[in-house]
């Protein structure tokens, strides 16, 4: 049972729905990203990595066309539901970011919720590579990240979800791989009566190479972008990055 037919809906529909406030905070990052990035109303955008799709309908919702994909097909089956139930239009499909092919599409593009950095350091650059070509001259591509140098307090947690119990243990930095290792997690299935372990496919999928400001500054250079500003949240407005922020968000233009 790998990552796609299941923990991508405990953790990205059911965990992610149980968090309060959450449509509201998703309103405040699109609307952060809309005016650092000034995308106006005729502007596509790609959403990469867009899971359950929630900011992908935020920015449909604001006017914006919207493209957005996951490699999680049961991810995307729900976007698309809500996205009708939204009564916006969305275009959502199944893809990897590993074999992207857009080519000067975009104005912008997103990689939201610490969406980058799944891969070793050659994918995860050609990630970059390929965002560049499929953004427009002047396009803008926004990468809001974890802070290395301030990590979340990751703790166990027990929440009660739909259907069940979902247990996750916290996060580990494997700082000599600089990689954030996925957390472990165990779901208390009350409906079927049964307990599903996280195994090795769904653990390994969670692993997440950290990278500072000054390598992925190298990265966007290489890839081709000519200016990188880093901000300190995801939220209006906006805060200069530091090593105690919050988040480091990075935007960087073609
Ligand atoms: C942390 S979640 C973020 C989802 C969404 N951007 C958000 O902010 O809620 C990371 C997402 O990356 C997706 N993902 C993992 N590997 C991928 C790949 N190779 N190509 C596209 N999506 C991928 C996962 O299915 C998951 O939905």
Known sequence: MGWNDFWAEIFRVKHRRAI???QYYDRLVVDFCIRVMS???DHEILDIACGSGDQ???FAKQGIKVTAFDISDTLIAVAKESARNSGVSVDFSVGDMRAMSFTQQFNAAVLLSHS???FNHEVNTKVLKDTFVALKKGGKLLLDLMNPYNLPRFQKTWTELEGGYLLSEPHLMDAPAGVLRGRPAVFVDTVDDRVVLMDEDALSNNDIRMYTALEIHAMLTEAGFKKVEFYGQNTLPRMQYSASS???VVV???
Request: no cysteine; proline share 0%.
């Open 39 to 41: 995308i106006k109303k």
């Open 116 to 118: 980058f950095g799944f």
């Open 56 to 58: 992908s309908i935020e």
């Open 252 to 254: 960087a233009t073609k």
């Open 20 to 22: 309060q406030g959450i």
């Open 246 to 248: 919050e988040r480091m």
